[in-house]
């Protein structure tokens, strides 16, 4: 039992991915263990917590080619996090600091169906991940500053993805995708270290805010099919 299957799909909906971040979330152990009320230092009440999950958009357009199984796509996403400390300053004020990170990755993928059929699709694959990845901070009210950007760090993203068809009459389909995104170079969180803690960054090491950030993740949504060639079954 074989079917033909020809269609270009438009995907939009929810992302969320999950990574240890070991280089930023070290400069944010160093801002925490160096504001404990030490002489010249602030005196946190809540301490700055670890970046661990970014969630956000994705919208992806594919193709998935004929009887052949293969298909390839673009996606482009947008994933935020933020993070945050209070405490009192050395006038005896109360302050706080807020730490963002914002995400935006293209992707450009191919892959090859593993079960097709007319109420599915379900494929394995891989793609090139293009990123920028953006650091903020602001105190209080004051206008939010961009401490760290790192333009195009490159990854390779192995993903298993499917297509659920909702109706033969109605073009929609519901989409996911799980991945594993492995970066190609590690990214320095030093230029964050430097403006959060500018009384101790010159004593600290720049490797130990370095790190390769490997993350797993997952796309959620509902996918638009564009054009489609008969669904029918031949025996």
């Known amino acids: 039992m074989s079917q033909a299957h020809s269609f270009w799909y438009f995907s939009a909906g929810l992302a969320g991915s999950t990574t240890r971040l070991q280089g930023l979330n070290g400069v944010i152990d160093r801002y925490n263990e160096t504001r404990q ?8 009440s809540q301490e700055m917590g670890h970046f661990a999950l970014q969630s956000g958009y994705e919208f992806a357009f594919g193709r ?8 390839a796509d673009f996606h482009f996403a947008i994933l935020e996090a933020g993070t945050y400390a209070e405490g009192q300053a050395l006038d005896g004020s109360t302050a706080r600091r807020d730490l963002d990170l914002v995400t935006h990755s293209l992707g ?16 394995v694959g ?4 293009f990123s920028r990845n953006r650091v903020y901070t ?10 760290m950007e790192d ?12 297509t659920l068809f909702l109706s033969r009459k109605i073009p929609l389909a519901a989409f996911g995708r799980g991945y594993f995104e492995v970066p190609v170079l590690a990214t320095d969180y030093s230029p964050v270290n430097e403006k959060i803690n500018p009384a101790t960054y010159m004593n600290d090491e720049g490797k130990d805010f370095s790190s390769r950030n490997w993350r797993p993740g997952f796309t ?9 060639r008969d669904r029918s079954f031949h025996q």
């Open 220 to 228: 959620v949504g509902v996918a638009l099919i564009l054009h489609e």
């Open 108 to 123: 450009i993928g191919v892959g090859a169906s593993i079960i097709q059929n007319s109420h599915m699709e379900v494929g």
């Open 138 to 147: 602001r105190v209080n009210e004051e206008a939010e500053e961009m401490v």
């Open 64 to 71: 998935v080619i004929d009887d052949a199984g293969w298909f």
């Open 37 to 44: 009320g030490q002489a010249g230092a602030a005196t946190l």
């Open 151 to 162: 333009p195009v760090p490159i990854s390779l993203t192995p993903f298993l993805q499917a």
């Open 126 to 129: 891989g793609s090139f991940h």
